[in-house]
């Protein structure tokens, strides 16, 4: 534990910090950008540049990589932020950042190769099982296979993909003895993605296309064995707590620091709405000065802000634990699974309260409260914030065996 000890005790205090201050003071030009960014599902090159330069591709990297190697309380407080500006900008650097994590868990080589020279390259691609089959050659395998949800795949360097391996044509078995699966990166010249594919109700600029690789040579350096859990700490060989932690610290929070930050874009849209709209046979009177909408904007606000501090205590809670020498307890690992789980709920509740309060013009396509809504609930739709995860964590609360999905 002596590589862990020496971290300090976490705050769940970010407001402050100034990575969480950079990606506020970025919200005016995440707001030019959004409508180019729906309309041509990408991040046009100037915001790549500036997301570049205020290092937020580089968030959970190691310092010795030339990386920011961030707690994941100020990571999600970033992503969170970023979000509140422009929910596909939240999205992306969300994810490109927790497949950049999973990439520390490959071979010394590898990780020289694509973090060694450029820490700040963008990494996209599909993080779960599937999708793909290689065959043994010389020096690595070829891969062919075809992946969903390409999150950033048009701003990346490098794409992840995972995929079987085939020994004289069947499935070679992994550590279960159950045909496992192996993760790789390949180039992004080398794959080819499929633009008409993403055709979705919200999040459109994340640009999460399909994508594919059509026997495509990968070395052996370049591949990680695929545990069966969504993400195992592979990467704890790398000193500091930020590796040590369980991964239920970053899967999940990240997701919905997204749909929190997004509820928080929308709980401001009805708040200035409202201080605007008259709304048609109601006299002169505001939206605002309405009780109705007074309650709704106040009690969005109250169950949005308990789910986010319950998020950011649980962190807290892991990362503490193990600073301290401690070690993690399964029902504290549920409990921040369970705040993961909340906070997308609640962000979901404080939305549909201050979208319903929006009236007609919280339908109108370019209005800020559609964006909102489109957004925060195409986010409610994933899997790391789905309520499958209450049973999952209600059975480590009882003593029982949750299963390898809580780690």
């Known amino acids: 534990m002596d590589k862990v000890i020496e971290d300090t005790r ?22 030019n950008f959004a409508a ?24 959970v990297m190691p310092r010795s990589l030339g990386g920011l190697q961030v707690d994941p309380v100020t990571y999600t407080g970033v992503v969170e932020t970023l979000a509140e500006g ?14 950049k994590l999973i990439t520390l868990g490959l071979p010394d080589a590898g990780v020289e190769e694509i973090h060694g020279q450029n820490s700040n390259c963008v990494i996209a691609g599909t993080a779960i099982a599937g999708g793909g089959q290689a065959v043994p050659v010389p020096g690595g395998y070829r891969v062919t296979g075809q992946w969903s949800f390409g999150t950033g795949c048009m701003e990346a360097n490098w794409m992840l993909g995972s995929f079987q391996i085939l020994d004289d044509g069947k499935p070679r078995l992994g550590t279960s003895g159950a045909p496992g699966f192996w993760r ?11 633009v008409d594919s993403w055709d979705v109700a919200g999040l459109r600029g994340t640009g999460s296309f399909d994508w594919k690789v059509t026997d495509v040579f990968i070395p052996e350096h370049r591949i990680m064995y695929h545990a069966g859990a969504p993400l195992d700490n592979q990467w ?25 930050g997004i509820a928080r874009a929308g709980i401001a849209a009805l708040i200035e709405l409202a201080t605007v709209k008259v709304p048609r046979g109601r006299g002169t009177a505001t939206l605002g000065q309405s009780e109705q909408v007074q309650e709704a904007i106040a009690r969005a606000d109250t ?23 401690g070690e993690t307890t399964l029902q504290l690992r549920a409990r921040c699974r369970l705040a993961a789980v909340n906070a997308g709920d609640a962000a979901r509740q404080a939305m549909d309260l201050v979208y319903h309060f929006s009236g007609t013009t919280g339908f109108k396509r370019g209005s800020r409260m559609s964006e909102c809504w489109r957004d925060l609930h195409t986010v409610g739709q994933t899997g790391m914030v789905a309520p499958e995860w209450y049973p999952i964590a209600g059975r480590a609360l009882l003593g029982m065996d949750p299963g390898p999905r809580l780690q």
């Not at 046009?44 to 591709?57: D, I």
Request: glycine share 6%.
């Open 36 to 59: 180019q960014i729906e309309r041509e599902q990408r991040f046009p090159a100037e915001l790549v540049a500036l997301l570049h330069e205020a290092g937020f591709y580089r968030l």
């Open 10 to 31: 976490l705050s769940t205090d970010v407001d402050a910090h100034p990575l969480v201050r950079q990606a506020r003071a970025m919200h005016p030009k995440l707001r």
């Open 86 to 99: 422009c929910g596909s900008v939240g999205w992306n650097v969300a994810n490109n950042n927790i497949i």
């Open 184 to 194: 790789g990166l390949f180039r992004r010249s080398e794959t080819e993605v499929i």
């Open 303 to 325: 169950v949005l802000s308990a789910a986010r501090l319950w998020r950011s205590a649980t962190v807290a809670e892991l990362w503490n634990t193990m600073a301290t020498g």
């Open 236 to 260: 704890s060989r790398w000193p500091g707590l930020t590796y040590a932690l369980p991964s239920v610290a970053w899967v999940g929070p990240h997701h919905s620091s997204v749909v929190t």
